[in-house]
Nanobody, 125 residues
Framework: QVQLVESGGGLVQAGGSLRLSCAAS????????VAWFRQGPGKEREFVAA????????YYADSVKGRFTISRVIAENTMYLQMNSLKPEDTAVYYC??????????????????WGQGTQVTVSS
């Protein structure tokens, strides 16, 4: 099975930046998608960003558009989430995920079957 190991979380002041990394234990097929979800305190897990491993369009939750960027380095089997202009409401445990959703379902967490362990991001005001 593919294992995903996350890193890069931490405590940051509002307006600051963090970059989350997610390293996969094996190479992915070109049809796979990679995604980030998050779960804040007392909230349900929600979609943040996703893209095809092979490239193309990226998809973002409205709340993070213009601030977060999803990317990947194929040779390293690693995906990233660059988070800029962080807000206190971004505080959550962030999870990376891999699956093979069709584009119309790329935002749906049920379509992903490999998950990272989560990394805590805390944004202070």
């Amino acid at each position: 099975q593919v294992q995903l190991v996350e890193s890069g979380g931490g405590l940051v002041q509002a307006g600051g930046s963090l970059r989350l990394s997610c390293a996969a234990s094996a190479r992915a097929f070109s049809g796979y998608a990679v995604a980030w979800f998050r779960q804040g305190p007392g909230k349900e897990r929600e979609f943040v960003a996703a893209m095809r491993w092979s490239g193309g369009s990226a998809y973002y939750a409205d709340s993070v558009k213009g601030r977060f960027t999803i990317s990947r380095v194929i040779a390293e089997n690693t995906m990233y989430l660059q988070m800029n202009s962080l807000k206190p409401e971004d505080t959550a445990v962030y999870y990376c995920a891999v699956g093979r959703p069709i584009i119309s379902a790329i935002r749906e967490q049920q379509m992903y079957y490999h998950w990272g362990q989560g990394t805590q991001v805390t944004v202070s005001s």
